[in-house]
């Protein structure tokens, strides 16, 4: 498989584990609020800019158990072991979605 | 004074029509007002971030929401409205028109529960609005499967949390449902029957971190506000002021109380109002009812004699009679007549042997003796049936008779007759049927109530929030 193809593929996963780790939270209301909200219902977001947005809308602790629901959702996608991921302790979503992104393209 | 044929209190209805809802005075009003914003700040105060309001239809919830949004102050509250359009709103509660229009409103009828969320997200993000209300949440809520709601629900608790805004839950369901669960407190609005009367009461089933010193009680929605009565407080004697004389109102005596004159009109002349009372009331609500008359008869120039209640304080009595009055008045033209205190029976082997005729003659006597020295020659007679029912346990029906004497010679003389009456008295039908009025004081929730019923009236929650010697009524509605 192409470079393209594989990010694009990424894309694609993580847009999809972005919903399904929100709706396991936030059920799927919630989930769909949060992305109209956040105008990114269709976008790919950014991870950065996408845990800002959490962060001002729920707090750090709500924001980061929803980051980790997202990447749980996202390494059950890539069928990656979980603990191959720091999700203990200091966690950080964007360098951890950096990582995972860096694997799929590997 | 001109007197009247007919016995009985005057009917409220006259005085609905002319002086507006009885008892319920402006100033009385605005103060149980104040207490009642303040007492509300309290409950809304530290870690109470969110709220759920229940109960059924036509219980309140909205109005009590509502004032929750107005202490959150101008233009930091949000209603959010799942059921009724703001303009009907306005209609409904006029007495919240300019909350309605001071805060956000949001019409979510047609909206679905992304959208509503959404618009939560919108309000809570720039954390300036303090409180959101969600009339009603379940409206919403029940298009929703269990999991869906509940994770709803907690986005909604995750979102109040971290903006520091409150929200506040209205529901119409019954139940615990699973809002109950995640919420800081839970207030339940219901609206009981007590002596064939409605009485709004509100339940407080959880308030997370805060001390709850009673989990009932008692509310009213008088003039479309949201007002509660806390327990019954004995008030401040010391505040006691100089009399201002009542003067009487189309030929009856006043009662000296504004609220007792438009709950009952006043006295006419030659009647007999029984005052039922239950065990809890305390004694200085029954002193609130007891001594406004005597005070307006004594500064009226007319004269007053008292037999009080069983463990009734004469010097206290005394004491509170003279700061409002002269006290060469009081010495003058008032008679306290304790019956458990031989002195007062003129010698100190009566009391062992005295019977209902003795206590009637010495009351005679001194009803003779006392109308000389009125300026009408009426008297007001204030008597505790309690305490001669106690002294003549073992001859009731001599008592009865005498009291019987008493109301007919006092309405010939077209005096003024008050007995106290305990809601246990074995002649308490029999008295009650020979009195022309007759109301009922009882405590629920810890608030003292009154109410007639002959004339029938409406309920009332007495407190003393003015002058400490007189009643404040305001009409539970």
Known sequence: ?106 | MTTKKSTGLKPLIQVDRQRGAPGSGADDLAETRIATVLGLKQFMQGPIRTLLIKGLAGTGKTTVALEILKAAGKGKGAYISSRVAKELLEKHIPAMKNTLQSQEFLDIRLEDATSALDFVMQLTEPKKIRTIVFDSWDGLAKELEQKERLRAEKTLMALANNSGAQLIFVSEEPGATTIDYLVDGILEMVTVEEQDRAVREFIIHKLRGTKIPQHKYLFTLLEGKFTFFGPYAIPDYSKVSKFIQKPDIDGSYSFGSGALDRLFGGIIPGSTLAIEYDENVPYPALRAIELPPIINFLSMGRSAILLPLPGANDERTNSILTKALDERIVGDRLRILNVVRTSDLETTNLLKNVTPNQIHEIVTRETTRLREKSKDQSVLLVKSVSALENLFASDLDSLLEVTSQEIITLAQSHDAHILFLPKDSPIRSRILSMSSSYAKLFVRDGTVLMYGVKPHTGIYALQHLEDPTSPSLTQLV
């Open chain 1, 1 to 106: 498989m192409s470079v393209t193809s594989r990010a694009e593929d990424f894309a694609t996963t993580f847009a999809n584990a972005v919903h399904g780790g929100l709706d396991k939270v936030l059920g799927q209301s919630g989930a769909a609020a949060v992305l109209s909200h956040m105008k990114m219902a269709n976008n790919l977001p950014d991870p950065a800019e996408f845990h800002k947005k959490l962060l001002a809308l729920f707090g750090l602790q709500a924001t980061v158990s929803l980051e980790r629901a997202i990447v749980k959702d996202l390494v059950t996608r890539l069928r990656w072991a979980l603990d191959l991921l720091n999700l203990e302790g200091d966690f950080d979503f964007s360098a951890t979605m950096r990582r995972i992104e860096r694997g799929v393209k590997r």
